[in-house]
């Protein structure tokens, strides 16, 4: 608003100079040239006769003086002087209206300046905002995906957990199956050696001749035997324990050998329980 009004009374101020010198320079003109003078002219319907006249030579010349130059008057040295300081004023009005110029200029420029250097401003911190946001985004992002992750790790490992205690249920009833079925087999197994065993035994007891051993009471024998798997014998029985008597120990030796083959279970991987035995007899039973 200051500013306005400064410019407003500048314009008025400069016109009213330009018509103060306008008005000046009219009187002036006006002052240096009068008014002519009324002259007096008789007009003639015809004009007279006039003898016929020649010019008559002077006898000695006639020197005109020359016109002086006019004067200068007080009047043109006051002029001048008003038109000097009137041209120093308009000359300083020009320079304070150029001075006033220039700083408009320069701070209608500050102004221009200031106006980009507040949008540059204000674009950066744009910027800066859409950048914390997208990066507030992100991080909002990256969380709930940690947490996501979380929480399909965890549900994972519970189905882990959960599918590892029912692996180590399976397992451990196949484990007790196992072991009942390994037992219920061991028990077969032992079982069938022990059948055959006793087959075994039963076929070398009734051919002992045992009135070598009838003198000894109740004696017992014991001999080591080794088979092959036809069940015969690879080698000649070998005592571990006599009956007291070597009559009665060469007839248990004689009825193992006439027991060939011996009868040993049709499953070939009982053989190892055959191949081999400790037979005890006892001849007077």
């Known amino acids: 608003m200051q500013e306005k009004t400064a410019k407003m009374w500048s314009a008025a101020l400069s016109v009213l100079v330009h018509l103060l010198f306008l008005a000046l320079l009219v009187f002036a003109v006006h002052w240096k040239n009068p008014p002519s003078a009324v002259v007096t002219v008789r007009l003639w319907g015809n004009l007279p006769t006039a003898k016929r006249q020649f ?46 110029l220039r700083r408009q200029q320069v701070l209608a420029a500050a102004r221009a300046k200031k106006r980009v250097a507040e949008e540059r401003l204000r674009r950066a911190l744009v910027a800066q905002r859409q950048k914390q946001a997208m990066a507030l985004r992100r991080q909002r992002a990256l969380v709930a995906a940690r947490a996501k992750k979380r929480m399909a790790e965890e549900r994972l490992r519970r189905a882990l957990v959960v599918q590892q205690q ?42 002992i001749n045992n009135q070598a051993c009838l003198s000894l009471g109740q004696p017992t024998a014991v001999f080591h035997v080794t088979l092959m798997p036809t069940g015969e014998l690879l080698m000649a029985p070998q005592r571990v324990k006599t009956s007291g008597k070597a009559a009665c120990d060469q007839a248990i030796e004689r009825a193992i050998i006439r027991a060939q083959p011996l009868p040993l279970p049709p499953d070939r991987s009982l053989f190892d329980q055959f191949r081999e035995l400790q037979l005890s007899f006892q001849p007077n039973q």
């Open 55 to 100: 010019p008559v030579k002077p006898k000695f010349a006639v020197k005109v003086p020359l016109p002086t130059p006019p004067v200068p008057v007080k009047t043109d040295i006051k002029l001048k002087a008003k038109q000097e300081r009137l041209r120093r004023i308009l000359a300083a009005q020009r320079q304070k209206q150029a001075v006033a």
């Open 166 to 207: 029912k692996q180590a249920a399976a397992l451990r009833r196949q484990q007790a199956l196992a072991a009942a079925t390994a037992s219920r087999q061991v028990a077969a197994r032992i079982k069938i050696v022990n059948t055959y065993r006793d087959k075994i035994q039963s076929k070398i007891r009734p051919l």
